[in-house]
């Protein structure tokens, strides 16, 4: 079983990407919010994997955090659901929004994701509403404020992350951003933001 894997990214796909590890191009399957963040600059990536083995189909799947996995595991416990679905609804969900679909019984907002139809948004919510509890949605809040105030916990990079907020983009997409940029001790916040925009439109 692979737990993880880390390396430099070597190319990017519409659904995938080959991150070099050692000299080894592994294919990986990642669903579109981890698949935006990555760049083909060397940069190092870790992602938490699930190899998915079937007769006929193996492949590996990637995810930038625990949280994301788990939620992709269960998505395979429900009858019907097989990995390419899984990280559809994962592109168009995010884990705390997934969540909170189940629990309010949010057939609509599922079925929006490829491959989901009301019914099966539905034996979705079903097979797995109770294994999602309220207390897990309110932990993945507090866990994503407490890493974007983390983030932009210096000044100039909360003003470099307001300013984006201010130009359309949502305050997760924009703290991601400014979080790329290295070295910001040592500039103010129009380097920051000249710098996050570039990442923003890779």
Not at 51 to 56: A, G
Not at 79 to 97: E, R, W
Not at 153 to 174: I, P
Request: net charge negative; with cysteine; glycine share 6%.
């Amino acid at each position: 079983m692979i737990g993880y894997i880390k390396g430099t990214i070597e190319e990017i796909s519409e659904d995938s990407v080959i991150i070099d590890n050692h000299g080894m191009g592994y294919v990986v399957k990642v669903p579109l919010p981890v698949l935006e963040g990555l760049r083909l600059d060397g940069q190092e990536v870790k992602l938490y994997t699930y190899l998915y083995v079937r007769e006929d189909q193996i492949g590996l799947f990637g995810f930038e955090n625990a949280n994301q996995l788990h939620m992709f595991e269960l998505l395979l416990t429900v009858n019907g659901i097989g990995p390419k679905v899984a990280l559809g609804i994962l592109s168009t969900l995010s884990v705390s929004a997934l969540m909170m679909a189940i629990v309010s019984q949010d057939a609509k907002a599922i079925s929006k994701a490829p491959g989901i139809g009301a019914k099966s948004a539905q034996k979705l919510i079903l097979e797995l509403k109770d294994k999602v509890a309220a207390e897990d949605i309110l932990y993945q809040e507090v866990a994503q404020t407490s890493e974007m105030a983390e983030m932009t916990a210096d000044t100039s990079r909360k003003e470099a992350c307001l300013a984006l907020v201010s130009l359309g983009y949502d305050q997760t997409t924009a703290s991601r951003a400014v979080a790329k940029v290295t070295d910001w001790e040592q500039k103010d916040t129009e380097t920051i933001l000249k710098e996050a925009l570039k990442f923003m439109l890779v």
